[in-house]
């Protein structure tokens, strides 16, 4: 999973095919509990670019977006917001891929 880098950067992805955001933050222990199954969603869903977003260093673009609780993911495809799976609830690979597997194609 590829790290965000700058704002400009989230416009690019966005503005790409089937783009999923995940906000999360190293001190995050929900975020934590995911980790170990991202290798395996990422593997299933070949067809995304998943990108990580640390909330602590983008807190304003989570302002804009309404991203007040982590994890979270917000899906894109050719820069239309396509779903999002946002709350401050821990969330576990099966919710996750119901989450992907019901995005707009």
Sequence with gaps: MELLQSTEQ??????EERVIFMFTADWCGDC???DP??????????????VKIDRDQF???CGELEVYGIPSFIAYNNGNETGRFVSKDRKTQDEIETFINGLEK
């Design 10 to 15: 989230f416009q690019q992805y966005k503005n």
């Design 59 to 61: 807190i304003d673009l």
């Design 32 to 34: 934590r509990f995911i």
């Design 37 to 50: 199954a991202l290798p395996a969603i990422e593997a299933n869903y070949p067809e995304y670019t998943f």
